[in-house]
């Protein structure tokens, strides 16, 4: 999805009502046309007022869930429904590839009636995951189209920061299309450019974080600009993550800084893997955001971290989807943080949105490389005996609860809260994504551990880099130094919470690695 970007250059009303957290059937739908009812599949509305009304959990500190586009004001907004194409690294592309491109004239990226069966849907969302582009960013600009026409010159800015071709030779990141006027532009990918990643081989796990990322490039720089708008950069990035109704919000620096000034903040290292994790809109760059893991999210009853929204089947994905990539419109309260036309200019079809729904729940977890051998099964029993099903519980190994942080208080009695499921126990984890963003719920929502033999780091804001790491008691002390993210300048700094296993003897741990790694 649209990611605000801060990355290297600097995603049953009934139900919700009487407090649980997974609707007994699918969503409600529209009554079906005659063209629908013949297919198996019947797209419901996608951006409802009575289904968004009960979809967001309170902002901490405000108490009032963020403020939604209307159904009205939504379905007012032109349809854009562009299919696009791979950008290839200059050396891998196909002879008259461009040329053939040209002659394109402008092609949908779903056709609804051509949808017979559910397996045809998915397909047609695996088309719209990997095709959906950032439309505000689109840009025949002859700089951008140059620079992915330069082997030599792309080459130095991916080696520098990122821009690394599969092994087909497309470069992840962007997108060519055949715009409305019939120009060739290029623009950001959206969903897969996060939820995809890069294996060692080349090839592509499809609903994995990340582990690629923009290159510093004059073509990212003007990408990036169409979508700050007009504004100065440093309103622009207070904008993106400012929380006015705190007096100590560390994001009020931004407001006044000049753009040298901004650019020395965004040149501080921070550490971890580029692509795993980034500042996000409504997060921060002071505490970002893992890349979620998209594979068996449809066992999970909660989306983001830290629990933003719920998961009521899929029509809550492809309005999650729509919010991040469409519609934030950055409304908390009475705070407006943005200029509704910097952001509303398009909205996609319900039924591509949908069919993309339909595509990430179908996604679960590879089965792991990791052999359940001897090892691994006295793991297994380790895992029991030390209580880690109690909030990992099999066989999605998460409870689906959520954990208060420190500082925070549930107001039981707010109807809002008794919807919401909140485990007893708690584990001290930092608060700062929790508390002092516009993502902050007060809450973390207790992860799952399938898939984690591939996932790139851990924890909500991707501190730590490998699972021995995770278990190692030194992540306590303020002197450790984060194998993951540490942070704008920082260099050592706790990763508090989550103490389990830590008294664990050496082989111990190793023998309950070994079989996290075969989930």
């Known amino acids: 999805m649209r990611k605000m970007i801060v990355i290297s250059i600097v995603g049953l009303v009934a139900c919700a009502l009487t407090g649980c957290t997974r609707p007994a059937s699918p969503p409600q739908s529209r009554n079906p046309s005659a063209n629908e009812s013949a297919q198996t599949v019947i797209v419901p509305k996608i951006w409802e007022d009575k289904e968004l009304a009960t979809w967001a959990v309170p902002v901490a500190g405000l108490g009032v869930p963020p403020s939604f586009l209307s159904e009205k004001e939504y379905y007012a907004l032109p349809v854009d429904n562009l299919r696009t194409y791979p950008v290839y690294h200059p050396n891998f592309e196909p002879p008259g590839y461009r040329d053939w491109l040209k002659k394109q004239r402008p092609q949908p990226l779903i056709t609804p009636e051509k949808l017979k069966t559910e397996a045809d849907w998915i397909e047609a969302g695996r088309r719209v995951f990997e095709e959906l582009d950032t439309a505000i960013s689109r840009t025949d600009d002859p700089i951008v189209i140059n620079y992915f026409s330069d082997a030599e010159v792309i080459d130095k800015y991916r080696d520098e920061h990122g821009d690394v071709p599969d092994k087909n030779g497309v ?4 997108r060519w299309v055949v715009d409305t006027d019939g120009k060739l532009k290029i623009s950001l990918a959206s969903c897969a450019s996060c939820h995809t990643k890069m294996m060692p081989d080349g090839s592509l796990l499809r609903g994995a974080s990340s582990n690629f990322d923009l290159a510093f490039s004059p073509a990212a720089d003007i990408l990036l600009a169409k979508l700050r708008g007009a504004v100065s950069k440093g309103e622009d990035f207070y904008n993106q993550f400012g929380v006015p109704w705190r007096e100590d919000d560390i994001h009020a620096r931004f407001k006044g800084m000049s753009d040298d000034e901004l650019k020395a903040f965004q040149d501080q290292k921070s550490g971890g893997v580029v692509g795993s994790y980034f500042a996000r809109f409504n997060g921060s760059p002071f505490f970002t955001t893992r890349m979620a893991d998209l594979n068996g999210v449809k066992d999970r009853h909660y989306l983001d971290a830290t629990g933003t929204h719920l998961n009521r089947g899929p029509a809550d994905i492809a309005r999650y989807c729509t919010l991040v990539e469409f519609t934030d419109i950055g409304v908390f309260g009475s705070h407006h943080m ?35 051998n001897a090892k691994a099964q006295r793991g297994k029993k380790i895992f029991e005996s030390e209580g880690c099903i109690e909030c990992h519980t099999p066989p999605a190994y998460t409870n689906n609860k959520l954990v208060a942080v420190p500082g925070f208080e549930p107001n039981l009695d707010d109807p809002q809260t008794k919807r919401l499921d909140i485990s007893t126990r708690r584990v001290g984890t930092d608060p700062g994504l929790a508390l002092r963003t516009r993502k902050g719920t007060g809450y973390y929502k207790i992860p799952s551990l399938r898939g984690v033999w591939y996932r790139i780091v851990f924890e909500h804001s991707g501190s730590i880099g490998s699972l021995e790491d995770w278990f190692d008691p030194k992540r306590l002390r303020d002197d450790y130094e984060p194998s993951g993210w540490r942070g704008p300048g920082v260099k050592t700094r706790a990763v508090p919470g989550h103490p389990f296993g830590h008294d664990l003897t050496d082989e111990d741990k190793a023998a309950l690695i070994a079989f996290l790694r075969t989930l």
């Open 171 to 174: 470069i992840l990141e962007y």
């Open 338 to 372: 943005v200029n509704p036309t910097d952001v509303l200019h398009v909205r996609p079809p319900d039924e591509a949105m949908y069919a993309m729904a339909l595509y990430i729940y179908s996604l679960k977890p590879p089965p792991s490389p990791y052999p359940f």
